[in-house]
């Protein structure tokens, strides 16, 4: 696979890729589950990958994309996997317009996910996505790549969970193996948590 040149995302850049992460988990089962009326979902995950990124990942300089958009991967470094209380009351009400009625589920999904967390010290991957009309052209690994290169250079271990059971053997080609698996509260799909060494 060719790889992509990537670049750290700016502020400006949170729009198009917001529309870009909506289209790419428009099918996630998290999403899904989160976001059941099929005539709105597709906005709501907008706006909500909007808030993660802008309340959260961008000011952390490790969200890497594409020239174009196509792909991105919002990292967080060792001691930010988590919104801080500060962030969490600032992007309320974007949430809230997120979820609406549903706030209540989300958060006990966010809270059983939050649970797994590791406490070692480590690099996040909170979300990886390709633009579905990109997809199997290298631009994960692109996206990806900078971030463990540095894992390995440092000596620091990552964490995701993937919320797809296909995607599990993608992560296992970059050295990420299952740890557990989180059973979504109220019948919810799965998550897969993966930790990966430095190599």
């Known amino acids: 696979m060719a790889e992509h ?10 729009p198009a890729l917001a529309a870009m992460l909506g289209r790419a988990f ?3 089962p998290v999403q899904l589950y989160l976001f059941q009326h099929e005539a709105t979902r ?7 990958f909007g808030t993660f990124l802008r309340g959260h990942y961008v000011k952390h300089g490790a969200t890497y994309s594409t020239s174009g958009n196509e792909g991105v991967a919002l990292w967080a470094p060792p001691g930010h996997a988590t919104f801080t209380p500060l962030e969490i009351l600032s992007q309320a009400v974007p949430m809230l317009r997120s979820f609406g009625f549903g706030v209540q589920s989300a958060l006990k999904v966010l809270d059983a996910i939050e649970k797994e ?3 070692e010290p480590h690099w996040y991957l909170g979300v990886l996505g390709t633009d579905p009309i990109h997809q199997g052209r290298g631009i ?7 971030v463990l290169e540095r894992c390995d250079h440092d ?3 990552a964490y995701l969970e993937s919320s797809k059971d296909r995607n599990v053997p993608y992560y296992e080609r970059f050295g990420f193996k299952v740890t ?3 059973a979504l509260p109220r019948g919810g799909p ?3 948590a993966m930790w990966r060494d430095p190599q």
């Open 140 to 146: 994960g690994a692109s996206v990806l790549n900078p």
């Open 190 to 192: 799965l998550v897969w």
């Open 26 to 28: 428009l099918d996630d």
């Open 5 to 14: 040149a990537t670049h750290l995302a700016t502020p400006g850049e949170i």
């Open 42 to 48: 597709l906005k709501k995950v907008e706006r909500l």
């Open 155 to 157: 000596g620091i271990p």
């Open 180 to 182: 557990k698996e989180i």
């Open 117 to 119: 967390h590791p406490t």
